[in-house]
Nanobody, 113 residues
């Protein structure tokens, strides 16, 4: 059975950094593009970043470009999101997603002084 388990969220001051992880199981991780989404209170879920199967191509939302880095370790079946220069508007629940319909439970990121 497919499982996606995020971790690494927390409370951080503006300008700080966090690294999110998504440990997966139940499928051949290296065969799938993987995505990070986020959902802020009262807002729709939005795409943050995409990484192709071989890590050769990544795509970012304009709002995080230059600050966030998506990566993967196919040997560990794990997806990552390195988040630097965090802003209060990055506050949200962050989810990893495996197309076409598998979501993790989410991890809360709060950016506040």
């Amino acid at each position: 059975q497919v499982q996606l388990v995020e971790s690494g969220g927390g409370l951080v001051q503006p300008g700080g950094s966090l690294r999110l992880s998504c440990v997966t199981s139940g499928f051949i991780f290296s065969n799938y593009d993987m995505l990070w989404y986020r959902q802020a209170p009262g807002k729709e879920r939005e795409l943050v970043a995409v990484i192709r199967t071989t890590s050769s191509r990544t795509v970012y939302a304009d709002s995080v470009k230059g600050r966030f880095t998506i990566s993967r370790d196919n040997a560990k079946n794990t997806l990552y999101l390195q988040m630097n220069s965090l802003k209060p508007e990055d506050t949200a629940v962050y989810y990893c997603f495996r197309p076409i319909d598998y979501w993790g439970q989410g991890t809360q990121v709060t950016v506040s002084s």
